[in-house]
C-alpha cells in the first residue's frame, strides 16, 4: 500500500485537474495549420470563423411550389426574431423596414455618397413616384419621407448574402430554400447547437409541417452532426476495444487477475494525458478523445512486456531485465509523438501531447508499480530453453525498402502520394455535401471562395486601402470581370471619406431650397420631407462611425468576419461574387499589386501541404533525435542499421497498403504512419535483444500479445464511418502486423549485439 500511495496521489491530482478544466471542444479549425503568411492566417480563419462558416442553408420539399412559398415565408418570419441569427433570407424582398439597424439609419448618408445636386435629388424623387405607382404601404411612404434615396435598402440589399427577388428561391427540383446566417462562428458549437434547435422547434410549429420534409446544411450544422457522431463513435468503439482487449489479455495469459492490472497502467495513463492535454489547452478536442482510446493499443504493451517476462521469474527481476529495451522504445515513441507539437496544429499537437503524457504515465506506473502486484507465477505454456526458429529472412526488410522505392516510382510518376484538399479528411459524409451543393445551386452568390485581403497598419488604414480596392473594383465590374463585392467599408468607411461625404451635404437652407425646386412638377409636398431634412442637417455633425459601434448588434458578426486582427496588422476582406477568377486576379495584379488575391479552395490545399512539410520536417528532427538515443545505447552500429531498415521497410510497405485501400496520403496518414513508427521500433528492439533462449521466448510472446491488442485496438477504430478515424485505424492496424512480421523475420538469424 505504501508503494501505492504516490500513483493514487497522482491520479487523485489528475481527477482533480480534469474536474477543474476539462471541457470539450468540436471545433474542426482546431486541425488546421495556424500562423505562417498573411494568405494562411486568413483562409483559417475564413475557414473557422469568416462569413462563409455562418451560413446555414435550410431546404422545404415534399408540396407544390405555392405551399413551399408560404411555409418559406413563415419560416424567415419565426427565425427572424430569434437571437441565434443575425439574419434570414428566403429570396423575397420581405418587410425590410421592420428591421433596419439603427446605426445603418443614423450614418445612412455617410455610408453611401448621394447626390445633392438639384438634378440628383429631383431624379431620387421621380425614382420613388415610379415605386409608388406600384404600390408601397403607409410604412414605404414614411421611408421616402425620411430618405429620398432609399440608401437604407441600398445598403442592406448589398450586404445581403444573395441577392434578393420577388420570388422565393428554389433549387432545380422543386426544393425551397432559406439561408440563414448565424450570430456566431462554426467553430462555436453551442450556439450552432441553438441554431439547429431553433430551426427544429420553427419548423415543428409551421401548419404545414407534417407535410414537408426539412434539411439543413452549412459548417454550423456539420459540426453538431459531427460533435454527436464523435461522441457515439468514442463510446462504441472504446467500449469494443476495451473488450477485445480483454480476450487477447485472457487468451495470452489465461488469469483474470493480470486482466485487471494489466488495466492499471492504462487507466492512469488515460488520466494523465487528458489532465496534461486539459491543463495546457484549457479543452480536450472531441477528436483527441475520440483518439485517446488508442492508447489503449500502444500503453497496453508495456505491462505485456514484464507479464509475458515475468512467467517464471521474479516480475522485479523480468523488469530490471526489460527496461533498458523499455526505456528506449517508450522515450523513442515519447519522441515521435513529441514530434506532433510542432506541426503548427493545435489539434494535432493536442493528439501529441495526450498521447506523450499518457505514454509516460503508463510506463512510469509498470516501471514502479506494477512489479510489486506481480506475484512470480509459472504458466503451462511457460518458456522452455530452447530458441524459437523462424525463417531465413534477415534480407527481407532491405529488399522490402528497395521494392517499395521501385513502386513509390511507377504509382506517382505522374503525380504526388499525397492529397492535400480539405476534403479528403473531411468528416461529413458524401451525401450530406451532395444536399448542401444542390442547396447553394439556388443561390449562386453564396459562393465566397474568392477574396482580397487588404492589410494595413491600423483598421483605418486597412479601410482606406479597401476603398482605393473598391475604385479598381467599380472599374472591373463595368469590364465584366465580377458582378459585386461585399466589404466592411459598405458599413464603416474610412474616416476621411466620411468627413469628404458630410462636406458635400448641403447646409440645412441650400438642401431645403433644392427640395422645393426639385418636388416643383410633381405630388410630393416639400413639408412632407422635414425628416429627411432633420437627418440630413444631423449627418453633417455626427462623429465617424467606426466597426466597434456595431458591436452587439444585428450586424456584428457581419463586420467582426470582414476585419480581422492577425498578428501586428489590420486586414480587410472583400467577398467577390461572380468573378471571372483568371483575368481578374491577372488585372488586379497589375492595378493594385499589393492587394493579396486569395482563393479559398486553392489555398486550403496548399496550406495542408505545408502544413504536411511543417510535420515532414518535426518528425526527421525526431528521427534524428531517437538515432542519437539509440547510439548512446551503447548498441553496435550493426544493430542500429538494421532497426533503422526494419523499421524504414515497415513504414513503405504500410504507406503502400494505405495507398492501395485509400488512394493518395493525407496528413491523417502521416500521423498514423507516426503511429507505426513507434510501434515497429518497439517490436524490433525487443526482437534485436540478444539474451538466453528463455527471454527470447518471452520476448516473442510478449510481442504477439502486443501486436495482437494493437492490431485490434486499431482496427476497431479503423470500422469507424469518420474518414479520420478510418483512415488512422486502418493504416496503423495495418502497421503493426507488418511491423511485427519484419521484426521477427529478420531477427533470429542476426548477431548484433
Known sequence: MRRALPWLLLAGAAIAVLAWRLQLSYDLGLFLPHGGELEQQVVVEQMTSGPGSRL???????ADRDTLADAARDLRDILANDPAFSQVRNGESGDELASIPSTVGRYRFLLTDPDWSPNGLANALGARMRDLAFGGGPEFVDLVAD?????????????????????SWFTADGTAVLLAETAAPASDITAQRAAVGAIRTAFEILDEAALLRLEFTGPGAFGVELQRTFRAEAQFRSTLAVAGLLVVLLLAYRRPRLVLIAGIPLGFGFLCGLAVTALLFGEVHGITLAFGFTLLG????????????????????????IWPTLRAGAVSTLLAYLALALSGSPGLAQLGTFTAAGLVGAVAVTRFWLPDLLPPFTSPDSPQDAAPQSPRLAFLPALLVAGSAVVAVFLFIDGSPWHDAPESISPVPAERLSADHRLRGALASVDLRYQIAMPGASVDDALERTERLETELHALRDDGLLADWRAVTQLAPSRATQRERQQRIPEPPVLAARLSEAVQGTPFDAAAFAPFLDAAAMARTLPPVVPVDYRGGPLDSWVESRLLALDEEQVSLVSLIGPDPERLREQLATRMPEAHWIDLKTASAGLFASFRTGVLRAIGIAAVLIALLLALQQLRATRILWLVTTVGAALAATALVAIALHGPLT??????????????????????????PTDRRSTLHSVTACTASTTLAFGILGASSVPFLHYIGTTTAVGSLVSFALAFAGSRRLQLS
Open 56 to 62: 446555414m442553408l435550410i431546404g422545404l420539399s415534399g
Open 147 to 167: 430618405d429620398p434615396y432609399l440608401t437604407v435598402i441600398g445598403t442592406l440589399e448589398r450586404l445581403a448574402p444573395a441577392a434578393l427577388t420577388d420570388e
Open 298 to 321: 500502444i500503453a497496453i504493451d508495456f505491462p505485456l512486456h514484464l507479464f509475458s517476462h515475468s512467467r517464471g521469474s521474479a516480475p522485479h527481476r523480468a523488469m530490471q531485465r
Open 667 to 692: 496528413i491523417v496518414h502521416l500521423v498514423a504512419l507516426l503511429l507505426v513508427f513507434g510501434l515497429g521500433l518497439d517490436y524490433a528492439l525487443f526482437f534485436s535483444r540478444t539474451d538466453t
